[in-house]
């Protein structure tokens, strides 16, 4: 059973997300359980030896996530393309998960599929005349069709929360809702998200939880699921 097999039969894992301006390393507080790289806060990415560097530090250390946003997709910088995909490839050849948006593996299915299988497939939504179930319904068979292991959904909208929730049920794949609203973040958790993203050295995402607050949920969960055995 791999290290992420084990993870996520204790959910919701709790990534805490490293906002990386440049290629550095800093130690994790010890309720992380995974740490997601966000490489796109980096000015002029390329794949670099401190990059190689950092992310084999990391991943050597830590069950880690390797993302790179597009600004439409949230991030913080326009990515070369080529330059994305070598660093996702590279990373998933050190041990760590790439995440992956659904619509570029979609655009690029030949150059994308070879490291897809294990990925996190990753869709975001923040337009609110967006509706984040009917997407998710799709992708959840995309991810499915290349074999991630973890199909995740972000939307804005108070409105997709009580549906996307329901998805969390879903068989054959793990599944991560994550709302922008924080008091929705910590239902999800309780309920079963495979994945819950948290700060530790500045917010990537609106609504995201402290480390420390997302810890608490978590044993919240954890007594809740040991009183229904009573």
């Known amino acids: 059973m791999s290290t ?5 039969m204790r959910k919701p894992v709790l990534v805490c997300a490293m906002p990386l301006r440049k290629p ?23 794949l670099t030896q401190e990059v190689r560097k950092v992310i084999e530090d990391y991943a050597s250390r830590y069950p ?43 655009k690029y299915p030949d150059m994308y599929s070879d490291i897809a299988e294990g990925s996190i497939l990753s869709r975001h939504v923040f337009s609110k005349d967006v509706n984040a179930y009917d997407l998710a319904l799709k992708d959840i068979d995309v991810a499915r069709r290349f074999r991630a292991l973890v199909y995740k959904v972000f939307s804005v909208n108070d409105c997709d929360f009580l549906n996307l929730i329901r998805l969390l049920n879903t068989s054959g794949i793990h599944v991560a809702v994550i709302p922008r609203n924080p008091t929705h973040r910590a239902v999800s958790m309780i309920m079963g998200s495979a994945l ?25 969960r954890d007594s809740l699921l040991m009183f229904n055995r009573e």
């Open 4 to 8: 992420w097999d084990k993870l996520l």
């Open 24 to 46: 550095s390393f800093y130690y994790l507080p010890t309720s992380c359980e995974a740490v997601e790289l966000r490489l796109d806060y980096m000015d002029n990415l390329t």
């Open 64 to 106: 880690t996530i390797v993302t790179i946003r597009e600004r439409g997709e949230g991030g913080s910088h326009d990515v070369d393309p080529e330059v994305k995909y070598g660093i996702l490839e590279f990373s998933k050849g050190v041990g760590a998960v790439p995440d992956i948006e659904v619509d570029t593996l979609i």
């Open 196 to 220: 819950m993203y948290c700060s530790v050295r500045g917010r990537t995402g609106p609504g995201q939880l402290s480390i420390g607050l997302c810890s608490k949920v978590k044993m919240l």
